[in-house]
């Protein structure tokens, strides 16, 4: 174990106005002995938790800042078991956290609860529908009540599944124009109020991984109005891209939910601005050329985003969207809260999970150099600021 | 000879009268660039109608038909079209199954590629995959229907028989029917004739009309009678017979009654409104025997006829620089 260690001359995104003090793994403790480091023109923050991510991929996070991962339970097998979820906790350890998600049904398939309690025991943070909805909405009512009991939050993908079924756009100009299966944006506020009804009904917990639609967020914003434990999140694509990056069959471009239009994607900058959005997550999904240099139709959905979560959330900072301490809610403090652990802030006695950013540094974002296990990114050539210097993970500096 | 047609002898066009290396769609064409492939098309319709139907000036080049989606008419119009301009033509059938999944679609790309062909011309069933080849590969791509993205050529040959039929385009009152959202064929007509400046109506199954139309400058109806009202040109679409059972219209009957043209129908349109299907037609469901075998009013063997001169002249026009066509290469 480490010694103490103080951090001088950063400035510390919580706009608290004094230097950080580190004592073996954990913030705070004694002065006396401690050694100091100058951290003048950088910025001092937590760990980013990125809650709900595809695949654990150390490099991209220690590069964009990010200390512990929620795992979506899809992997293969699916993370519905005790043994799994156990083995899938400890597999970055030291240097990454990863907080596996409970497969809400067996086999993510959405047909019979899985052992929940079982995996709670083995480490399981909270529970996940994967990435599908689960169409059944008596198992949905089991899967809430059930995780409710237990004291744990649900994390759910709202999509209807007859509206989507083999949808890979949203319906409107830019799917109309390609010639591309596509859903109606509605798809996701019936789901959403379906499962907040069915969260008040059995008191249970729903977190929203991904809300894409004004819809979506009237009907989270009322439900948070009355009081009721919902929550939602969304990743930068939603709030920096529309549809029309679909344009020329881009599958890089080809998200679940997909893409929306102008309109929503507004609604979901207002909906940052005004509280309603809870967490900003990467939703990182690697994938190679097999499932991606395909036809649009034929790819996978998903983008390797973990490396530059930080730099966009930025850049939102930047264009006055939210303001630096409300950024770090939604990237550590709030995501932490919803898995029940203590991490995600700066305050003494939280754990010694820290990054140093320059905010200012300029850099590309580029499929082919990202520190990644795949580069496909929407956000391909895209010039940002915001670059993270060292990271420190249980009071080590990784970085 | 039509009048546009030795124009061009006189005064041959050089290559910014068509500027594209592909011609994967109709979206990304400039109006007169659409008018040069139709003006150059006018030369073939004559040449087909003569005692030879040969010209060698693709001689030596081989144009692969890769159509990794099953097709009759369009691959024999290709096959011909080629054949008749000399050039050697292959085809390849690739059934969807196996040839749909992984990177085998690159794979084959590359191949198609590593065999030197001149042209290379395909059909697959998922919109945008022609694209995804045609960045691949060193020779021009003619798209003949990608999913229900675009089929460039049948617009084209749509277009020729409108113009050859009613003398123009522009001005033109145009009703495509049936099933727009599953229709390739829909998209590229919608696109093609809107750039010639027809006013362009979409009529059909509210469950068959893909949203946000409006932004693609037609006006859609789901009242058949409404739609036809008064319409210069009747453009059928097929129904593809899995789209038939349940989940998007009842049944043919339905359909028939609904949306079916028939003589009563066609009534409503102008008087001499000409009738067309891209077929192959299911006679009784999208149309009635009677109006397509009406051959005042049927433009429908005539499509197929243009198709192949419109195919000769695609082929032709992007071969041109690797000929060494003055002023194109």
């Known amino acids: ?399 | 000879m039509s009048a546009a047609a030795s124009h061009l002898d006189r005064y041959p066009a050089g290559a910014a009268a068509f500027p594209h290396r592909h011609l994967t769609g109709i979206a990304g064409l400039q109006p007169h660039e659409i008018a040069f492939l139709l003006d150059e098309a006018e030369q073939w319709v004559d040449l087909n109608r003569s005692a030879t139907k040969h010209d060698g000036r693709l001689a030596g080049l081989t144009v692969i038909n890769a159509f990794f989606e099953a097709s009759t008419r369009t691959l024999l119009s290709f096959e011909i079209a080629g054949k008749r301009l000399g050039a050697d033509t292959v085809a390849m059938h690739g059934s969807t199954s196996s040839v749909k999944k992984g990177e085998t679609l690159i794979d084959t790309a590359v191949t198609l590629n590593a065999m030197r062909a001149d042209a290379i011309v395909i059909r697959h069933a998922s919109s945008g995959a022609v694209g995804l080849i045609a960045d691949k590969v060193d020779c021009p791509v003619i798209n003949a229907g990608d999913g229900r993205h675009e089929h460039p050529t049948q617009a084209l040959l749509d277009a020729l028989t409108i113009r050859r039929r009613k003398g123009r385009v522009e001005g033109l009152t145009v009703a495509i029917c049936g099933d727009v959202l599953h229709s390739r064929v829909a998209r590229s007509n919608i696109l093609a004739l809107t750039s010639l400046a027809a006013r362009v109506r979409v009529v059909g199954p509210p469950t068959l009309l893909p949203p946000a139309l409006d932004r693609m400058h037609v006006e859609a109806f789901t009242d058949m009678d409404r739609g036809l009202e008064g319409a210069d040109v009747v453009m059928m679409l097929r129904l593809q017979s899995e789209r038939m059972a349940g989940g998007l219209i009842p049944s043919p009957r339905e359909y028939h009654a609904l949306w079916g043209l028939t003589p009563e129908r066609l009534a409503r349109a102008a008087p001499d409104a000409l009738v067309m299907h891209p077929g192959p037609m299911n006679r009784g469901v999208e149309i009635a025997s009677s109006v397509a075998d009406d051959p005042t009013r049927s433009a429908i063997t005539e499509q197929v006829e243009m198709g192949v001169a419109v195919r000769m002249a695609c082929l032709d026009v992007l071969t041109r620089r690797r000929r060494g066509t003055p002023g194109w290469a």
Request: glycine residues 12%; charged residues 20%; proline residues 6%.
């Open chain 1, 1 to 399: 174990m480490s010694g103490s260690v103080l951090i001088t001359g950063a400035q510390r995104v919580d706009g608290v106005d004094r230097p950080l003090l580190v004592s073996g793994d954990r913030i705070g403790g004694d002065l006396d002995g401690a050694d100091r480091i100058d951290a003048t023109e950088l910025h001092l923050a937590p760990g980013i938790v990125d809650l709900g991510a595809f695949a654990v991929d150390l490099q991209a996070c220690l590069f964009g800042g990010i200390t512990r991962v929620a795992l979506m339970p899809d992997g293969n097998p699916p993370l519905d078991g005790p043994g799994l979820i156990q083995r899938a906790a400890i597999a970055a350890k030291p240097h990454l956290w990863v907080h596996p998600l409970a497969a809400a049904t067996q086999r993510l398939e959405g047909t019979a609860l899985a052992e929940i309690g079982l995996m709670k025991g083995a480490g399981a943070r909270a529970v996940a529908t994967g990435r599908r909805w689960i169409a059944d909405s008596g198992l949905m009512q089991s899967v809430l009540a059930y995780s409710a009991a237990l004291d744990l939050t649900v994390v759910t993908h709202a999509e209807d599944d007859g509206l989507v079924a083999g949808a890979v756009a949203t319906a409107g100009e830019a799917a109309t124009r390609l010639g591309l299966p596509a859903a109606p944006s509605c798809a996701e506020a019936i789901a959403i109020a379906r499962d907040i009804a069915l969260a008040e009904v059995t008191g249970a917990r729903l977190h929203l991984r991904q809300v894409t639609t004004g819809a979506g967020f009237d009907l989270v914003r009322r439900a948070k109005d009355r009081g009721l434990a919902v929550t939602c999140g969304i990743t930068p694509a939603h709030l920096l891209l529309s549809d029309t990056a679909i344009g020329d069959f881009r599958t890089f471009a080809h998200l679940s939910p997909p893409l929306r239009d102008e309109r929503d994607r507004h609604a979901a900058l207002d909906a940052l601005a005004d509280g309603t959005v809870d967490v900003l997550h990467s939703g990182h999904d690697p994938r190679g050329p097999e499932d991606k240099r395909l036809p649009f139709a034929d790819s996978a959905p998903g983008m390797a985003a973990a490396g530059h979560l930080l730099a966009l959330g930025l850049g939102l900072v930047r264009d006055g969207h939210v303001g630096m301490a409300r950024l770090f809610d939604l990237l550590a403090r709030n995501p932490a809260r919803l898995l029940g652990i203590d991490a995600g802030h700066l305050g003494d006695g939280g754990p010694a999970d820290l990054i140093l950013f320059d905010p200012d540094a300029p850099w590309q974002i580029s499929s082919d150099r990202m520190p990644s296990q795949a580069g496909n990114t929407p956000f391909d050539g895209l010039p940002v600021q915001g670059r993270v210097r060292r990271v420190m993970k249980g009071g080590r500096w990784l970085s």
